[in-house]
Every structure is written in structure tokens, then in C-alpha cells.
């Protein structure tokens, strides 16, 4: 099987693709690389959600706000009437007030909490909810989500976002256990941090660099993560060869997770 046909035929939808520089958008555009037909998912107006899907290479793009049941319901009747009864969804989405990863975790409030929680934990919830009767006709259903290594290890300047991932991963295991009964697969990617434009307002620049020179220093192969290491990564799990593989967290840091030292 070639490259470009181990997604032909395929059809799936991408939750949060927030800019041309993004996690989401790299794995959109890969997937449709590699041949299936995508819609992709975007908070904001339409003129930048059509930019977004053009650039990608996506169908179209529809609006979903995950914090809303209603707003991901609509999105997923409006990915369906695109695309028909699809085989996977992406869900790469994560979201922390402005300021709040700044201060202690001491002082992060309890509603700044739950929001954090809301969007990058629960959200999966309720986008497998949507999607799963749509996952179910395909027979091979598929859901990635993207985690992140704060989610495992100490991570300054990240703290209540790894918990939300740690949360995330633990969703995406209890997701596995219950649709692997309707062959729908859930698995994890967790890769180091990548200079995405969510992570850079999140940690900042020079954390951001900081945190990648240390895995191109220490990590086995020498090499920081690219988007491209990600979507390659979640491009195998949504596709045909990943079978019988679910509530797995695959970590892409170049081994580094595995140092003692």
C-alpha cells in the first residue's frame, strides 16, 4: 500500500484546528495527504474557518464550540452532511485562560479550573458522544486525541493544563473500554512540546525554546518533536493498520521520557 492510499476512502473530522500553525491543522493536512476526505472544526468566523479548510486541503469547515452540547451536535450533523457516515475523529483541542498558567497552582480559582477541564478533558466526552452512531456504520471506527507530556511529568509552568491532559488520557483509556464493543478504537498522542501558536501563548517563547533545546541536548535522537512527527503518528492510529490497538498513549519525544538522568 502506497503513502497516498492508506487513507483513500477514508472520512473523519478534525475538532480544533485554530490556525495555520497548529496541531489540528498539521494533522488535517496530512490526513488528506495521504487521501481522506476531511472536515475540520474551528471556534471562530467563517471567512478564517474557509482559509483554514483551504489551506488544509479540508472539505469545508463547520463552527464548534466544544464548551457548548448543542454547538458540537450541529457540527457533527453539518461534518456528516458533508461527508456521510465517517470513520474517524481527531481531537486536538486544549484551552487555558490568559494568565493563568503565569501564577502558582495554589492560585489557580476553581472556576479557572473547571474551565481548563471543560475544554481539554471533557470536551472528549462529548465529541465521542456526537460522533460515535456516525463512527459505528464504519466498522473501524477510529479516535485520536492529542495529550501532552506535562500530562506524566512535572512540567513547570504548565501545571493545571497537565492536569487537564492527564485527565484527557484517562477519558480517552474509559472511552476505549466502552466502544471497543462497536469497533471503534480511542488512543492518545503525546508528544514534547512543539512552538504550536496555542503553546507559545501558553508557556511563552523563551520557555517554549528552552524546553525544545533541552530534548535536542538529552533526548536519545538528539531531535525536538515536529508537526510532522505528530501527524504521521495519528495518521497511523486512524488508519487501517492500526488494528486492535486502543487506550494506548503513544509518547513522541524522542525518548526522552525513558532518561533517568
Known sequence: ???????????????????????????????????????ITHRRGAEEGDALAASSGAVRHVTLD?????????????????????DFVVHSVMGVPDGVLSNPLVDVSRGDFAKVLDVGAYSLIAVARAATPLLKSSGAGRIVTISSCGAASMTPGYHVAGIAKAALEAAAMYLAYELGKDNILCNVVSPGLVGTDGALRAVGSKNAEATRAIFEKKAPTRKAVELEDIADAVAWLVSPMARNVTAEVITLDGGYSRLYF
Not at 466544544?66 to 465517517?86: H, K
Open 66 to 86: 466544544v464548551t457548548d452540547d448543542r454547538s458540537i451536535a450541529e457540527a457533527f450533523d453539518q461534518a456528516a452532511s458533508a461527508l456521510g457516515p465517517f
Open 1 to 39: 500500500m502506497s503513502g497516498a492510499a492508506l487513507l483513500a476512502g477514508k472520512k473523519g473530522v478534525v475538532v480544533g484546528v485554530s490556525s495555520p500553525n497548529s496541531i489540528g491543522h498539521a494533522c488535517a493536512r496530512r490526513l488528506v495527504d495521504l487521501g481522506a476526505e476531511v472536515v
